[in-house]
Nanobody, 122 residues
């Protein structure tokens, strides 16, 4: 079992930066792929970025490439999402998720946090 708790969201202006953190508990964290998803009002939850258990592989949705960076610390059991050059369209609830492998779709993820709100004003 893995419990995930996100933090670091907030209200920022366009062009600002934020770093989201996801603290995980459970012995299997180091063996799981981790991902950040986001869900804007009226839209489906969609992947933002994912990272393999050993940080060798990462993947990003096209709209955040070059602006967002996912990373993890398997000693601290934490995964991060560094978000730079934020845009109003990045406004959403951001969720941390964990699963074996490195899937990119919602149904493949077994463990979810409750989310943290990111709001970017223009």
């Amino acid at each position: 079992q893995v419990q995930l708790v996100e933090s670091g969201g907030g209200l920022v202006q366009a062009g600002d930066s934020l770093r989201l953190s996801c603290a995980a508990s459970g012995r299997t964290f180091g063996s799981l792929g981790m991902a950040w998803f986001r869900q804007a009002p009226g839209k489906e939850r969609a992947i933002v970025a994912a990272i393999s258990w050993n940080s060798v592989m990462t993947t990003y949705t096209d709209s955040v490439k070059g602006r967002f960076t996912i990373s993890r610390d398997n000693v601290e059991n934490t995964v991060y999402l560094q978000m730079n050059s934020l845009k109003p369209e990045d406004t959403a609830v951001y969720y941390c998720a964990a699963a074996p492998g490195l899937p990119t779709t919602v149904p493949r993820y077994s463990y979810w946090g409750r989310g943290t709100q990111v709001t970017v004003s223009s």
